[in-house]
């Protein structure tokens, strides 16, 4: 079941999915997003609360906040996830709160091209050192 709205500079969803799933896998998962153009920058915000049949049952939160802003030709943008492992049946990433962040800039090149930049900074698994992922692209449009 899905339900989406959009007028003018506001946009949501709402998905709600169930599966027939064997033990261990994904029995059903409810999302929920939407974004609003400010003028100067957009902003967005999403869930997804995911249940699992795996073992004595699981469930995992994800959350996403996120702002991009245009300067021209040149747009950057920043993201905060937080994925919250609630139950023993995620227990491969341990039961707490992973977090991440990322701050991305895109410059367009022309309508078709960009080179887009970014870094990111997350936790592995509950416990976990940090990890970082740096990404330089070049991205076309066909």
Do not use: C
Not at 7 to 30: I, R, V
Not at 35 to 59: E, F, Q
Not at 102 to 117: C, D, N
């Amino acid at each position: 079941m899905s339900a989406s709205y959009a007028a003018g500079k506001l946009a949501g969803n709402f998905t709600y999915l169930q599966f027939n799933a064997s033990a261990g896998a994904t029995k059903n998962q409810t999302r929920l997003s939407g974004n609003y153009d400010l003028g100067v920058a957009k902003i967005g915000a999403g869930a997804v609360v995911t249940n699992s049949d795996a073992g004595t049952g699981g469930r995992s939160t994800d959350l996403l906040v996120a702002a991009s802003i245009p300067f021209g030709a040149l747009t950057v943008g920043a993201e905060f996830v937080s994925r919250n492992i609630q139950d023993v049946g995620f227990t491969y990433q341990g039961v707490g709160t992973i977090t991440g962040t990322a701050l991305q800039a895109s410059y367009a090149l022309s309508k078709r091209t960009s080179v887009i930049g970014n870094y990111a900074r997350w936790t592995q698994s509950v416990g976990a050192d940090a990890s970082s992922q740096y990404m330089l692209a070049v991205s076309h449009s066909f």
